[in-house]
């Protein structure tokens, strides 16, 4: 099958989606992306998120002058893509606990790095993926979209994130394809003192971000998120927030009301993050992630027609920060294997199934390991047994080969 013949519908335009149409641009592969919401970022809320193993890959995927452009979009610009250690502290007292090491990476804004991801890809708005056909002859496909949108295509590729409307197709019923709950409480806040002296102090210790783990079973985050007015300028940087704790999720709240509850907790904390919580403007909207999970597991991809990427393939609590670096792996690993079938090497089919073959097992075993290990970090008394203790950021022994591979890129 030649260039010419490929075309690609890929459905959704998260971070995944983005990257999956960057890689095929860059190979002149024709491509259609739809997405259901009505613009970029419509309905979400700001988070920052880490990029380690996976960056070698990164660079592979995306065009050069669109990579180019990655350090600029760092939580912290004064440091950008660096190697270093990631802070685990105690809650209490403040002090170190370990330092996770990692090897060329940042941490990226959620909105930066989606429209770093966004740029000079076509993606068509508002477009709710209501149903897949697969032509009888076994080649090709028709997905159909609320609005009315039919399009024809050599294959799908749901990139549509953890309630995968693909993933119902692959599975054949949204009860394979449903989620799982995580049990916790998890909060998420965007937060401005505006205040330059405040801003330095709570991050003076730790220049780009910490996790502070409580002997009380939960957790504190802080990152820089942006530095609008750049580094000289505190009084208008922005950082990202979050605490959690085990239990119930159905928390019908309002924004003060769990605010309250938070800097009740942050009340016992040590330095910085006591100050960092309990200076939160009275204003600060307190969101509630939701977080769930589906372990990975095989599904019909009508011979090579459909496939699964990212979220939609293997949904994870963040709590190891392997999310993103996954599923830049799996675009990486499904673009090769497209690519072998322009080049004649090998058929729709066989590709992917040898990328669902590495890919399933994978995400199998680090939803696995995610869900293990943010347990674990509720658990004062069993977190130094926890994977992100015992294994870092690296990616888990039985796929010890990807983290080879990304390292000789």
Same mark, same amino acid.
């Given at each position: 099958m030649s260039i010419q013949d490929l075309h690609v519908i890929v459905v959704g335009a998260g971070i995944t989606g983005l990257l999956t /149409? #960057?890689?095929?641009?860059?190979?002149?592969?024709?491509?259609?992306?739809?997405?259901?919401?009505?613009?970029?970022?419509?309905?979400?809320?700001?988070?920052?998120?880490?990029?380690?193993?996976?960056?070698?890959?990164?660079?592979?995927?995306?065009?050069?002058?669109?990579?180019? %452009?990655l350090p600029d979009i760092a939580c912290n610009p004064t440091v950008g893509i660096h190697s270093g250690l990631y802070p685990i502290i %105690?809650?209490?007292?403040?002090?170190?606990?370990?330092? +996770?090491?990692?090897?060329?990476?940042?941490? +990226?804004p959620r909105s930066k790095m989606r429209a770093l991801c966004a740029q000079g890809v076509n993606i068509q708005y508002g477009k709710a993926l209501v149903d897949i056909a697969f032509n009888e002859s076994s %080649?090709?496909?028709?997905?159909?979209?609320?609005?009315?949108?039919l399009v024809s295509g050599t294959m799908v590729i749901g990139t549509d994130g953890p309630r995968s409307r693909v993933r119902e197709t692959a599975m054949g019923s949204a009860e394979k394809a449903a989620v799982t709950k995580f049990p916790?409480?998890?909060?998420?806040?965007?937060?401005?003192?505006?205040?330059?002296?405040?801003?330095?102090? +709570?991050?003076?210790?730790?220049p780009t971000s910490y996790l502070a783990?409580?002997?009380?079973?939960?957790?504190?985050? #802080?990152?820089?998120?942006?530095?609008?007015?750049?580094?000289?300028?505190?009084?208008?940087?922005i950082f990202h927030m979050a605490m959690a704790w085990l239990g119930d999720s159905n928390n019908m709240m309002s924004y003060p009301e769990r605010l309250a509850m938070i800097k009740a907790k942050a009340e016992g904390l040590g330095e910085p993050a006591r100050s960092a919580f309990m200076w939160m403007p009275d204003d600060t909207e307190v969101h509630k992630a939701d977080i769930s999970y589906w372990i990975s597991q095989p599904w019909n991809n009508h011979h090579g027609r459909l496939t699964l990427v990212g979220d939609a393939a293997h949904p994870m609590p963040p709590y190891?920060?392997?999310?993103?670096?996954? /599923?830049? /792996?799996?675009?990486?690993?499904?673009?090769?294997?497209?690519?072998? +079938? /322009?080049d004649g090497n090998t058929t729709l089919a066989e590709a992917i199934d040898v990328y669902e073959k590495e890919m399933i097992p994978r995400g199998k075993e680090e939803v696995s390991c995610s869900v293990e290990n943010g347990m674990m970090l509720h658990d004062w008394n069993k977190i130094q047994e926890s994977p992100v203790f015992r294994r870092g950021f690296k990616p888990m022994d039985g796929h010890s080969s990807v983290e080879k591979e990304s390292v000789k890129a």
């Amino acid at each position: 099958m030649s260039i010419q013949d490929l075309h690609v519908i890929v459905v959704g335009a998260g971070i995944t989606g983005l990257l999956t /149409c #960057q890689g095929l641009r860059k190979a002149g592969i024709r491509y259609s992306l739809f997405e259901r919401d009505v613009s970029m970022n419509y309905r979400s809320n700001e988070w920052t998120m880490a990029i380690h193993w996976a960056l070698p890959l990164l660079k592979e995927t995306l065009p050069a002058e669109v990579y180019a %452009n990655l350090p600029d979009i760092a939580c912290n610009p004064t440091v950008g893509i660096h190697s270093g250690l990631y802070p685990i502290i %105690n809650g209490e007292t403040g002090d170190l606990i370990t330092g +996770v090491p990692y090897k060329d990476g940042l941490r +990226v804004p959620r909105s930066k790095m989606r429209a770093l991801c966004a740029q000079g890809v076509n993606i068509q708005y508002g477009k709710a993926l209501v149903d897949i056909a697969f032509n009888e002859s076994s %080649n090709g496909v028709i997905a159909t979209f609320s609005d009315g949108t039919l399009v024809s295509g050599t294959m799908v590729i749901g990139t549509d994130g953890p309630r995968s409307r693909v993933r119902e197709t692959a599975m054949g019923s949204a009860e394979k394809a449903a989620v799982t709950k995580f049990p916790i409480f998890h909060t998420n806040m965007t937060v401005s003192y505006g205040d330059a002296e405040k801003a330095r102090y +709570v991050r003076q210790k730790f220049p780009t971000s910490y996790l502070a783990l409580s002997q009380r079973s939960f957790h504190a985050f #802080q990152s820089i998120s942006s530095m609008p007015d750049g580094p000289d300028h505190p009084e208008s940087w922005i950082f990202h927030m979050a605490m959690a704790w085990l239990g119930d999720s159905n928390n019908m709240m309002s924004y003060p009301e769990r605010l309250a509850m938070i800097k009740a907790k942050a009340e016992g904390l040590g330095e910085p993050a006591r100050s960092a919580f309990m200076w939160m403007p009275d204003d600060t909207e307190v969101h509630k992630a939701d977080i769930s999970y589906w372990i990975s597991q095989p599904w019909n991809n009508h011979h090579g027609r459909l496939t699964l990427v990212g979220d939609a393939a293997h949904p994870m609590p963040p709590y190891r920060g392997q999310g993103l670096n996954h /599923c830049i /792996c799996d675009v990486s690993h499904l673009l090769k294997g497209i690519l072998g +079938v /322009c080049d004649g090497n090998t058929t729709l089919a066989e590709a992917i199934d040898v990328y669902e073959k590495e890919m399933i097992p994978r995400g199998k075993e680090e939803v696995s390991c995610s869900v293990e290990n943010g347990m674990m970090l509720h658990d004062w008394n069993k977190i130094q047994e926890s994977p992100v203790f015992r294994r870092g950021f690296k990616p888990m022994d039985g796929h010890s080969s990807v983290e080879k591979e990304s390292v000789k890129a």
